[in-house]
Structure formats: C-alpha cells, structure tokens
C-alpha cells in the first residue's frame, strides 16, 4: 500500500525545520525531508523550499504535538 505524505512545514533553509523533525522523531514518528538536495545544490534561488512532510497517518498526533510544541 502506498503511504501519502503530508507537508506540514516548509522553508528555505533546511536547519529551521531540523528542530521540528527531531521532536516528532523523538515522539516516534518517522519524518522526511523532500528537495533536501536540491536546496543544498541550488540555494541561490529562492523558490525552492525544503518540506518536512509525514505520513498522512500520523497527520493527528504530528497536529497535537505542534499545538503543544
């Protein structure tokens, strides 16, 4: 089965969402960086962002614990 994922954050420098992911990580859920390469290779244009996304599964635990982050 296909498991959809979930941007619940993005931005353009990757270590802002860096804090975020090793929260919801401790907390057990497994979290994924999409266009982190990307950003690195290509940081002089500004309209790439890199997107802390999760499974869409986890979406209402990932919601209660950023209400409480």
Known sequence: KFMSLITIKKSHLEGDLLVLKSKLE?????C??????????????PSFEVELQVSENDLDRVEKILEDF
Do not use: P, V
Not at 26 to 30: A, L, Q, V
């Open 26 to 30: 401790s907390e057990g859920i497994k």
């Open 32 to 45: 994924y960086l999409k266009n982190e390469l990307t950003t690195q290779i290509l940081n002089y244009i």
